[in-house]
């Protein structure tokens, strides 16, 4: 069946430093893979999202690029803030039926000023 | 804007009572979705809907069941609550479409069964 892998948390960094979470997945067919980020006391919000190979999402400064080769999503920031401060899961869904959504475990990533 | 609220932010049951955890989203899709929330488990589905009436179980259903009278409102039901039904729980929605593939999730409503 589907499932995602993500690196272990929890990620402690300092504001401005380079941010990494690891995602790789296992699926059948072409999956959509997302990350999605949790903040403190909230629901999830969708952060981005890729629907084919070699598709780059972004958004408020986060990047991920769907790599099938790696069968990887991978999360990148450049200049993390405090404000980034949440729990973040990345998750897939398949390319047909009810398309539910499989989350990998969340990282929970604090950012000290 | 798309809304998905839940009935409760938190709640504190006990051991054997029926609860009902209630979704409503005012978007009109026709898929929705209940999941359960742990620490280093990720989100795990419970059961979803694609419309009225109709549901399907998700990976962990047991002691768990659902209903879905109108489209905007997806109940979760726990028959006997039981201590290891202790968690967070999501709503999610989501249009119809195989392009339209992102869920829209409520705040969460935080159960704590005595």
């Known amino acids: 069946g589907n499932s995602v892998t993500q690196m272990e948390g929890p990620v402690t960094l300092s504001e401005e430093a380079f941010l990494t979470i690891n995602c790789t997945y296992t699926?059948?067919?072409?999956?959509?893979l997302f990350w999605y980020v949790q903040y403190p006391g909230e629901g999830l919000q969708l952060l981005l999202k890729?629907?084919?190979?070699?598709d780059k999402g972004s958004n408020k400064g986060f990047e991920a690029t769907y790599r099938k080769e790696t069968t990887s999503f991978h999360l990148e920031k450049g200049s993390v803030q405090v404000s980034d401060s949440a729990v973040y899961f990345c998750?897939?869904?398949?390319?047909?039926?009810?398309?539910?959504?499989?989350f990998g475990q969340g990282t929970r990533l604090t950012i000290n000023p | 804007d798309v809304k998905v609220t839940q009935s409760s932010r938190y709640l504190v049951k006990r051991t054997g009572e029926k609860v009902f955890l209630e979704c409503v989203q005012d978007?009109?899709?026709?898929?929705m979705f209940w999941y359960r929330q742990d620490p280093g488990l990720g989100l795990r589905l419970i059961y979803f809907?694609?419309?009225?009436?109709?549901?399907e179980k998700g990976d962990i259903p047991e002691g768990y069941s659902v209903s879905r009278e109108k489209k905007e409102r997806f109940s979760l039901i726990l028959e006997s609550a039981s201590t290891n039904q202790t968690s967070m729980y999501l709503c999610?929605?989501?249009?119809?479409?195989?392009?339209?593939?992102?869920?829209?999730f409520g705040p969460g409503t935080r159960l704590t069964v005595l």
């Open positions: 999610a929605s989501r249009p119809p479409g195989l392009s339209n593939n992102e869920q829209f």
């Open positions: 998750a897939l869904t398949s390319s047909w039926g009810a398309q539910k959504l499989v």
């Open positions: 978007m009109d899709h026709e898929n």
């Open positions: 890729a629907t084919k190979a070699d």
């Open positions: 809907s694609y419309d009225v009436k109709m549901k």
């Open positions: 699926a059948t067919g072409y999956p959509s």
